[in-house]
């Protein structure tokens, strides 16, 4: 079974700092995506950014972008230039072709943004 | 497009009440998903459906979840009898495509907020 672990609960970053948000996941599958979502306090889940694991490129959203390590399966998220809209739970989610579009998450990291 | 619209917002019901939250799945989209989410447990897939069929219910815990799609503008999640264990945010959501066809993973609606006391 595909298991996604984020091993840092809470983060804190200073407005204007980069910050890098951890993620691993453990698959025996060659195909499959990759994505951060965002929960701010609303509550919506909001796609950040999305990492197909056939591409050796390292996905980019503006101030959002990736570091994907397939053979060490990890899938980090680096924010730059932190924004008090920023704050919110992040979560590390799997997708492969034969779980059938189920999306696994991991626990989840909230991030702090200290002005 | 309004997104993936879920109601109502905020549920508080008695212990042993049925409780039926609602959907609308973005138009066009052939896929339906309900998430649970709990401090303890995270985000768990429950149920979803490809073209208003149940494709995999294995999520569901146990036999007082229901969940149907009657048509693909709309599916509910039945609780019957609630129990205090339930209290979630239970989340739709919806894409176009299978697996890596869709690609773009999903679009969520905004959550209900069950609280059985």
């Known amino acids: 079974a595909q298991t996604v672990t984020q091993s840092q609960p809470e983060m804190s970053v200073q407005e204007a700092e980069t910050v890098t948000l951890s993620c691993t996941y453990d698959?025996?599958?060659?195909?499959?995506?990759l994505f951060w979502y965002k929960q701010p306090p609303s509550r919506q889940m909001i796609l950040v950014i999305r990492q197909e694991a056939y591409k050796q490129q390292n996905a980019t959203e503006n101030r959002f972008s990736v570091n994907f390590q397939k053979a060490a399966k990890s899938f980090s998220l680096k924010i730059s230039d932190s924004q008090l809209g920023d704050a919110a739970m992040y979560f590390c989610?799997?997708?492969?072709?034969?779980?059938?579009?189920?999306?696994?998450f991991g626990e989840g990291t909230q991030l702090t943004v200290n002005p | 497009d309004a997104g993936v619209i879920q109601s109502p917002r905020h549920e508080v019901t008695e212990m042993g009440q049925e409780v039926t939250l609602r959907c609308k799945p973005i138009?066009?989209?052939?896929?339906l998903f309900w998430y649970r989410q709990t401090m303890m447990r995270g985000l768990e897939l429950l149920i979803y459906?490809?073209?208003?069929?149940?494709?995999?219910d294995s999520g569901m815990p146990e036999d007082r979840f229901s969940a149907k799609m009657p048509n693909a503008s709309f599916s509910t999640l039945k609780i019957q009898p609630s129990e205090p264990r339930d209290s979630a945010v239970y989340f739709c959501?919806?894409?176009?495509?299978?697996?890596?066809?869709?690609?773009?993973?999903?679009?969520f609606g905004s959550g209900t907020r069950l609280t059985v006391v």
């Open positions: 459906f490809n073209n208003n069929v149940p494709i995999d």
């Open positions: 138009s066009g989209h052939d896929y």
């Open positions: 989610a799997y997708m492969a072709e034969t779980s059938g579009s189920r999306l696994t």
């Open positions: 959501a919806s894409s176009k495509g299978q697996g890596l066809n869709s690609g773009y993973g999903y679009t």
């Open positions: 698959t025996s599958e060659s195909d499959y995506y």
